[in-house]
C-alpha cells in the first residue's frame, strides 16, 4: 500500500512540476532513481517505449513505471497521479478562463517557463546520450551513435516521420544488437 502510495504522489509531483512531453523525463528519471525502481537503462527503455506508444509520455510512462515498480495496482496509482494535476489545472483553468485570457502576469510566467523547458529538454538530450551512446565503461557505443545520426539525418534531411523513423531504427536494433550482437 505504501509503494502505491508513494507511486502515487511521485506522478503528482511530475504532474504538477512539468508542462507535459518531454519535459517530463528529468523528473521521472529523478524519481524513478531516487525510489530504487529502476535504473538509468531501465528508464531510458521506458522513454523509448512509451514514445513509441500511442498517448501522451507522461501517462505512458506512468503506466509502465507503475508496472514495473508494483503491477497493475502500481500501473493504475502512476496513472491517477498523472492524471490529477492535469484534472485539476484543466478545471481550474476551465473556471477561471476569461480572467486568464488577458492576464498580463499569465503572459509574463508563461515567457519564462517556455526557456525553462527547452533547458530542460536538453538536459534528457544528455541524459538520453549517455544511457544509449555510451556502454558500462564509458566507451561509445559506435552502432549506435551512428544509427542516431541516421535516424537523425532521416527526420531532418529526409522529413521521414517520426513513427517510420522509429520503426527503422526498431528494426536496425533488432539487427545490429540482437542478430549480429554488436
Same mark, same amino acid.
Given at each position: 500500500?505504501? &509503494?502505491?502510495?508513494? *507511486?502515487?504522489?511521485?506522478?503528482? !509531483?511530475?504532474?504538477?512540476?512539468?508542462?507535459?512531453?518531454?519535459?517530463?523525463?528529468?523528473? %521521472?528519471?529523478?524519481?524513478?532513481?531516487?525510489?530504487?525502481?529502476?535504473?538509468?537503462?531501465?528508464?531510458?527503455?521506458?522513454?523509448?517505449?512509451?514514445?513509441?506508444?500511442?498517448?501522451?509520455?507522461?501517462?505512458?510512462?506512468?503506466?509502465?513505471?507503475?508496472?514495473?515498480?508494483?503491477?497493475?495496482?502500481?500501473?493504475? #496509482?502512476?496513472?491517477?497521479?498523472?492524471?490529477?494535476?492535469?484534472?485539476? *489545472?484543466?478545471?481550474?483553468?476551465? $473556471?477561471?478562463?476569461?480572467?486568464?485570457?488577458?492576464?498580463?502576469?499569465? $503572459?509574463? $510566467?508563461?515567457?519564462?517557463?517556455?526557456?525553462?523547458?527547452?533547458?530542460?529538454?536538453?538536459?534528457?538530450? =544528455?541524459?538520453? @546520450? &549517455?544511457?544509449?551512446?555510451?556502454?558500462?565503461?564509458?566507451? %561509445?557505443?559506435?552502432? #549506435? @551513435?551512428?544509427?542516431? =545520426?541516421?535516424? *537523425? %539525418?532521416?527526420?531532418?534531411?529526409? !522529413?521521414?516521420?517520426?513513427? !517510420?523513423?522509429?520503426?527503422?531504427?526498431?528494426?536496425?536494433?533488432? %539487427?545490429?544488437?540482437?542478430?549480429?550482437?554488436?
Amino acid at each position: 500500500m505504501i &509503494l502505491l502510495l508513494e *507511486l502515487f504522489w511521485s506522478f503528482v !509531483k511530475i504532474g504538477f512540476t512539468s508542462f507535459g512531453g518531454l519535459s517530463m523525463i528529468p523528473l %521521472i528519471t529523478s524519481e524513478m532513481l531516487s525510489h530504487g525502481w529502476m535504473n538509468a537503462a531501465e528508464v531510458s527503455d521506458i522513454v523509448a517505449i512509451a514514445e513509441m506508444t500511442p498517448g501522451p509520455l507522461g501517462l505512458n510512462c506512468a503506466t509502465f513505471a507503475g508496472m514495473r515498480a508494483a503491477g497493475l495496482l502500481g500501473a493504475f #496509482a502512476a496513472n491517477m497521479g498523472a492524471l490529477s494535476p492535469t484534472f485539476t *489545472l484543466c478545471t481550474l483553468a476551465a $473556471i477561471f478562463f476569461e480572467h486568464f485570457k488577458n492576464s498580463k502576469t499569465l $503572459i509574463k $510566467i508563461m515567457t519564462g517557463v517556455r526557456p525553462a523547458c527547452v533547458g530542460m529538454v536538453g538536459g534528457v538530450l =544528455v541524459q538520453l @546520450a &549517455l544511457a544509449n551512446y555510451f556502454d558500462i565503461t564509458q566507451k %561509445i557505443n559506435i552502432p #549506435a @551513435a551512428i544509427l542516431g =545520426v541516421v535516424d *537523425l %539525418i532521416l527526420l531532418l534531411k529526409f !522529413k521521414l516521420s517520426i513513427p !517510420k523513423t522509429l520503426l527503422f531504427s526498431a528494426i536496425s536494433g533488432i %539487427i545490429l544488437f540482437g542478430v549480429l550482437g554488436l
